[in-house]
């Protein structure tokens, strides 16, 4: 059963509040605008998108180290960048009905969508994005710091120091996962544009002659690495900017577009930001940032590719991949067909009822799997019931003890997307779940 795109973003938001994946921030207090909560399973779905990100990017490649960089960070970090200037989106007002809207965002520009008014919009003001607050406890000027809009320029600042202490030598790359702020004029389309959000970036250095080369070879292998982890080919496609649209620090950019509700729209993009950010950050800083062979002799500014991905943006585009209604004996199905790297649980623990003589072996069943994955457990309701609450959260494996368990020491294994069973050995049970739920 095929679910009709103009219902899946309300089906998904929908799954997403009530089986625990994503809140409305501050809801009890009538919600905070644009901002949300990871639940039980979001947090866990949300983990599992940045590790495997982080597997490919840093684990697998002994060409790329990881940062944490501090997210507070001084106006020089941004005047040097170029956020403070060019940061900013066109704002324009209604001045009918006193609505605001980014006016690149804008279907027609001279059409308010609020109220339908004509020609009733202000001229654009350039707005920054960047969300500035205070260090300490003299509030002036002096005080000024920002929340980084993006986690990239932390890895352009440490440039020299990983250096130093990698011993890598370009080609190499600085990764990071980590929270950004951009005060988003039109935030909206739920997780997708929020004011407060995760990013995953890698700025990967790289000789000047060399960049077209890397920029297509970063564009091909992140476009890989959704397809790896499931995502369907025709929910993909790569666009290239046109030249008005490259930010002021690119020469070339593409973007890794997700097919959602409203249309294509970015997941990801990939920057060749040329020796742009260590030139300014050089010249700001009164320190070289530059690599010195030893060993040749050669010195030079590397380039940069930069392959920047949204981890909140992309946890909701596999959300909605995933999402399908099947028809099961008459009824619907609600399930998460999460590529089990992804999916919140591995595994569901699952007695066949409440009765104590089988709560004590699903307890043991529970030990022997939970330190191996991410398991839940739940005794209550009928069994197909908990299966559909499984199949709905994505959880690839449920295993059920029965009372035949009692005698012949095996409990029953339900695969979600087919939903075959297997009656697997308790003594087997790791050795079959491990062969199937590979890191
Ligand atoms: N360092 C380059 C950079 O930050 P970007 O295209 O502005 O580039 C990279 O951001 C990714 O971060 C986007 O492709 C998107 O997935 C995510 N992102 C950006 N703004 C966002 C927002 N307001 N809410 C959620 N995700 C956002």
Redesign the pocket.
Known sequence: MGVNKEELFDKVVNLSKRRGFVFQSAEIYGGFRSTYDYGPVGVLLLRNVKEQWWRSMVQFRQDVVGLDAAILSPPSIWEASGHLTNFTDPLVDCRECGSRFRQDKLEDPNSCPACGSKSSFTEARQFNLMFKTNAGPVIDSAAEVYLR?????GMFTNFTNVLNTSRKKPPFGIAQIGK?F?N?IT?GNF???????????MEYFVPPADSDKWFEYWCKERMDWYLNLGMKEDSLRLRIHDSDEL?HYSRA?S??EFSFPWGWD????I?N?TDYDLNQHAQASGNKLEYNDSGTGERYVPHVI?P???????AMAFLMDAYEEEEVNGEVRNVLKLDHRLSPYKVAVLPLSKKDELIEPSKEVLNLVQPHWMCDYDQTQAIGRRYRRQDEIGTPYCVTIDFETLEDKAVTVRERDSMHQDRVSINELVEYLSSRLVP
């Open positions: 809009p993006e986690t990239a320029q950004s951009r988003e935030p997780v997708f544009r929020t004011r407060e959000f995760e990013q995953m970036e930010s950019t973007d890794i970015e997941l990801e993009g920057a930001r930069e920047a991905a949204g981890a909140t943006r992309t």
